[in-house]
């Protein structure tokens, strides 16, 4: 509410108007005003307390810009020349854990990434709030330096995938310092563990295990499970699963969910989108096709769906943890731990054995020719004889001195 302003006369008032008596800019204004220089007065409220200052002036004018400066600064002791204060900032609302990593899922679908990444996400995500509720913070700003330390340490993974986590982990916190959900940066100093960049070369699996996997599905005869959404299966259904994930290259979920009509046209499979919007195909040969078909003579379309479940982690669950790990335990031993990705490596170690050139084989697995020469270099033929020569050559001007013993 403004101020108000009025003239409070003297007892020796030059205009000879009475004694406190109160007049107002509007009244001076009339004809026949005897002026004086008696002091304006500003009366109102500030912060909550009503008062009548003496503004020390006589003229309104000038009166106006006192009054203002009280006004913008709350204050009956401002002048004209003192700052406005500062507005107080509105306290920003905070933001729980369950807000802020559904915020950080929806920005990671924004970006259209692979349904598989995102389980990863929602995966970390999950363990995050879990952790959360254990320590008792609601909001994500509650979380601090040493929660993470605590966080960190609480995964059980492997150090390449506890490194992935942690920069999932870095990815989120940076997500909600940019939106001013948290004050600092709180995983700044993590890092990943000792080992973890170290590239492993990829182990697909030879054809000598190969063959064990195939005599392996011969010894699995017919596995009989009772009650409603079960089926019968055994070892030709493995070796079907096999034989399709070798052939193709595709990861166990998109061949558990393999819709026969509508990934073969002929003896074509489909294996995506190319980055040039055209469809994508690897061929396969007759006679695996006529197992195929014949399966979805029997099983439906989804020729490896276990009963009536249609959901991708659970078919994968099934494949994984009961029928591929039966075979697997029946083909044993092992000189690294099976598993069914490993079928994918296969078909990449076959291809560059036949001597296909790595940008096709790269095309077809969707990685690039720089990530196809580093996990799979010992499969890429040539290789090896490219580098002797060039350590021939790169040694051929050198001295054939006698080898001498140093003391």
């Given at each position: 509410?403004?101020?108000?302003?009025?003239?409070?006369?003297?007892?020796?008032?030059?205009?000879?108007?009475?004694?406190?008596?109160?007049?107002?800019?509007?009244?001076e204004?009339?004809?026949?005003?005897?002026?004086?220089?008696?002091?304006?007065?500003?009366?109102?409220?500030?912060?909550?307390?009503?008062?009548?200052?003496?503004?020390?002036?006589?003229?309104?004018?000038?009166?106006r810009?006192?009054?203002?400066?009280?006004?913008?600064?709350?204050?009956?002791?401002?002048?004209?020349?003192?700052?406005?204060?500062?507005?107080?900032?509105?306290?920003?609302?905070?933001?729980?854990?369950?807000?802020?990593?559904?915020?950080?899922?929806?920005?990671?679908?924004?970006?259209?990434?692979?349904?598989?990444?995102?389980?990863?996400?929602?995966?970390?995500?999950?363990?995050?709030?879990a952790?959360?509720?254990?320590?008792?913070?609601?909001?994500?700003?509650?979380?601090?330096?040493?929660?993470?330390?605590?966080?960190?340490?609480?995964?059980?993974?492997?150090?390449?995938?506890?490194?992935?986590?942690?920069?999932?982990?870095?990815?989120?916190?940076?997500?909600?310092?940019?939106?001013?959900?948290?004050?600092?940066?709180?995983?700044?100093?993590l890092?990943?563990?000792?080992?973890?960049?170290?590239?492993?070369?990829?182990?697909?699996?030879?054809?000598?295990?190969?063959?064990?996997?195939?005599?392996?599905?011969?010894?699995?005869?017919?596995?009989?499970?009772?009650?409603?959404?079960y089926?019968?299966?055994?070892?030709?259904?493995?070796?079907?699963?096999?034989?399709?994930?070798?052939?193709?290259?595709?990861?166990?979920?998109?061949?558990?969910?393999?819709?026969?009509?509508?990934?073969?046209?002929?003896?074509?499979?489909?294996?995506?989108?190319?980055?040039?919007?055209?469809?994508l195909?690897?061929?396969?040969?007759?006679?695996?096709?006529?197992?195929?078909?014949?399966?979805?003579?029997?099983?439906?379309?989804?020729?490896?769906?276990?009963?009536?479940?249609?959901?991708?982690?659970?078919?994968?669950?099934?494949?994984?943890?009961?029928?591929?790990?039966?075979?697997?335990?029946?083909?044993?031993?092992?000189?690294?731990?099976?598993?069914?990705?490993?079928?994918?490596?296969?078909?990449?170690?076959?291809?560059?054995?036949?001597?296909?050139?790595?940008?096709?084989?790269?095309?077809?697995?969707?990685?690039?020719?720089?990530?196809?020469?580093?996990?799979y270099?010992?499969?890429?033929?040539?290789?090896?004889?490219?580098?002797?020569?060039?350590?021939?050559?790169?040694?051929?001007?050198r001295?054939?001195?006698?080898?001498?013993?140093?003391?």
């Amino acid at each position: 509410m403004s101020l108000s302003l009025y003239r409070r006369h003297r007892q020796e008032c030059k205009g000879g108007h009475p004694h406190n008596s109160r007049t107002s800019e509007y009244e001076e204004r009339k004809k026949g005003w005897r002026r004086c220089e008696c002091p304006i007065f500003a009366s109102g409220t500030l912060k909550r307390r009503f008062k009548r200052h003496n503004t020390g002036q006589w003229e309104f004018e000038a009166a106006r810009a006192v009054a203002a400066a009280f006004e913008r600064t709350g204050s009956w002791t401002a002048s004209i020349h003192q700052a406005a204060p500062k507005p107080e900032e509105p306290e920003r609302a905070r933001i729980t854990v369950e807000d802020a990593t559904e915020a950080f899922l929806a920005k990671c679908k924004n970006r259209n990434i692979a349904s598989n990444t995102l389980a990863k996400y929602r995966t970390f995500t999950n363990q995050l709030e879990a952790y959360c509720r254990d320590r008792g913070c609601v909001c994500i700003d509650q979380l601090t330096v040493t929660d993470m330390d605590r966080f960190y340490a609480s995964w059980k993974d492997g150090i390449r995938a506890k490194a992935k986590k942690l920069e999932r982990l870095k990815a989120l916190i940076k997500f909600c310092v940019k939106r001013e959900w948290i004050a600092k940066d709180i995983t700044d100093d993590l890092q990943a563990p000792e080992g973890a960049s170290i590239t492993v070369p990829k182990a697909p699996f030879t054809d000598e295990e190969l063959e064990r996997l195939c005599a392996a599905c011969d010894k699995t005869g017919p596995q009989l499970k009772q009650g409603p959404g079960y089926r019968t299966w055994g070892g030709e259904d493995v070796k079907d699963f096999i034989y399709l994930s070798i052939y193709t290259g595709l990861r166990i979920s998109d061949v558990a969910t393999f819709d026969l009509p509508k990934r073969l046209k002929g003896n074509d499979v489909f294996l995506r989108m190319h980055k040039t919007k055209r469809p994508l195909f690897t061929w396969i040969p007759d006679w695996l096709v006529e197992r195929l078909q014949a399966r979805q003579r029997v099983h439906g379309s989804m020729i490896f769906a276990a009963g009536v479940t249609r959901n991708a982690k659970q078919l994968c669950d099934i494949w994984r943890n009961k029928r591929l790990k039966k075979v697997f335990e029946l083909a044993g031993p092992w000189e690294t731990p099976p598993h069914p990705h490993k079928f994918r490596h296969t078909f990449v170690r076959i291809l560059l054995e036949k001597g296909v050139p790595v940008p096709d084989v790269a095309e077809l697995i969707g990685d690039s020719e720089q990530i196809l020469r580093k996990h799979y270099a010992a499969w890429i033929p040539g290789r090896q004889d490219r580098l002797s020569r060039i350590l021939k050559e790169a040694f051929a001007d050198r001295s054939k001195d006698k080898v001498v013993s140093i003391r």
